[in-house]
């Protein structure tokens, strides 16, 4: 993370993940380090159940972990 943007993975590797409502409340942002939110985030995870506008409006970035790719 820097002033600007955070990375966020969200995998466990048994089950999916899912990018929700119930995983944005366990963020914490400066918590530790006196830091504000950045102005972007970019969350990996299985699936987005948000909108595209409450993203949009929060500054959140969803990218698809491809779980789905297999080795040749």
Known sequence: ????????????????TRLDMEFLSGLRFGAETGASKPGTVI???????LSAAFMAKHGIIFKKIPRDITRF
């Open 43 to 49: 969350i990996y995870a299985d699936r987005c159940l």
């Open 1 to 16: 993370m820097n002033r600007e943007t955070a990375w966020i993975f969200h995998y466990e590797p048994d089950r999916a």
